[in-house]
């Protein structure tokens, strides 16, 4: 499978601040993917990061807030905004490499907001 | 849209036991369930899935049965080591759509 190389693995920031994650693949995927999973629970899909368009957002998740880019096949970001300290969570990358391939995660970054 | 219960939420078996975590999901058109293994701190790993069109499917200690009638589909460890220990997730996925709908995790317990 694709090898995901995801960072920064963590962080500590300042509330109000703002810091963009990075996932980069060895090879050209089908999809991406970009999930948070809060201390203890399960993940949760933020959006599907399109290439060469606006991302897909789930419910309760906004571009303003989660900005995504996926410039071309092997790469996209992820930039939280505006920190809170409930953005305070692990942010995981995943891909899908396409003929119906499951999908597989990146390492994640831990991030957390003083 | 698609809803993915999961139990037990933690699980503590005795070392080569077998252990069982059962999911259920609402979408009867559902046709990909994965499972994924999560070490304290490591990325999800997937460790097994199967599709609507198979009723079950292993793979040396591991295996995972699905019944479309109750829509339910089950992880089976079987002679369970300590490294077994671990958060596990099952997951759905609604044909037309690459969306995952992932249970909230089993936390498995193997006790040396």
């Known amino acids: 499978s694709a090898v995901i190389s995801q960072k920064p693995s963590r962080d500590i920031c300042q509330r109000g601040t703002s810091l963009t994650i990075q996932c980069q693949v060895d090879?050209?995927?089908?999809?991406m993917f970009w999930y948070r999973q809060q201390p203890g629970q399960s993940l949760t899909l933020i959006a599907t990061?399109?290439?060469?368009?606006?991302?897909?957002?789930e419910s309760g998740f906004v571009i303003d807030k989660f900005p995504i880019s996926r410039p071309n096949l092997t790469f996209s970001t992820l930039t939280v905004s505006n920190m809170s300290p409930e953005d305070s969570s692990i942010y995981l990358c995943?891909?899908?490499?396409?003929?119906?391939?499951?999908?597989?995660f990146g390492d994640g970054t831990r991030l957390s907001i003083l | 849209g698609e809803n993915v219960e999961q139990h037990p939420s933690t699980l503590s078996v005795q070392e080569g036991d077998s252990a069982v975590i059962k999911c259920t999901y609402s979408?009867?058109?559902?046709?990909?369930f994965p499972w994924y293994k999560q070490e304290l701190g490591k990325r999800p790993q997937l460790i097994i899935d199967?599709?609507?069109?198979?009723g079950e499917k292993k793979d040396q200690r591991i295996a995972v049965t699905l019944n479309k009638t109750a829509k339910h589909f089950s992880l089976h460890i079987t002679e369970t080591q300590p490294e077994d220990s671990a958060v596990y997730f099952c997951?759905?996925?609604?044909?037309?759509?690459?969306?995952?709908?992932f249970g909230t995790g089993t936390r498995l317990k193997v006790l040396a």
């Open positions: 995943s891909v899908e490499e396409g003929g119906n391939q499951p999908q597989h």
């Open positions: 090879s050209q995927v089908t999809m």
């Open positions: 990061a399109n290439q060469g368009s606006e991302a897909t957002y």
């Open positions: 979408d009867s058109a559902s046709n990909y």
């Open positions: 199967i599709r609507s069109n198979v």
């Open positions: 997951a759905a996925r609604s044909p037309g759509t690459y969306k995952y709908i």
